[in-house]
């Protein structure tokens, strides 16, 4: 039986596979001649995701992408801080 996910598991994983596809789609766009079209998912799903979830994040400034990151890794966004030694 597959292991339930919590949203910011559901989250994360969509998100990196997209901006992942993004990242590919943008050095495709920059060497045209070394790079094969890859095939892309197609319906609404990926449509939200690659014209609206990715340009919308990727001008989010890094500050609150990070607290955005930490919110959905983390159970009410409270990371464990660790102590140092010494």
């Known amino acids: 039986m597959p292991e339930k996910k919590t949203f910011g598991e559901w ?16 050095i495709a766009a ?9 095939y892309r998912e197609k319906g609404y799903a990926a449509f939200f995701w690659r ?23 983390y159970p009410g966004g409270a990371r464990p801080h660790w102590r140092r030694r010494g």
Do not use: G, M, Q, T
Not at 11 to 26: F, P
Not at 51 to 71: E, M
């Open 51 to 73: 014209n609206i979830f990715v340009p919308i994040y990727s001008k989010i400034p890094w500050n609150i992408r990070r607290k955005i990151i930490l919110f959905a890794s």
């Open 30 to 38: 920059r060497y045209p001649n070394l790079c094969a079209k890859p």
């Open 11 to 26: 989250l994360r994983k969509n998100a990196e596979k997209h901006l992942l596809e993004a990242a590919a789609d943008e």
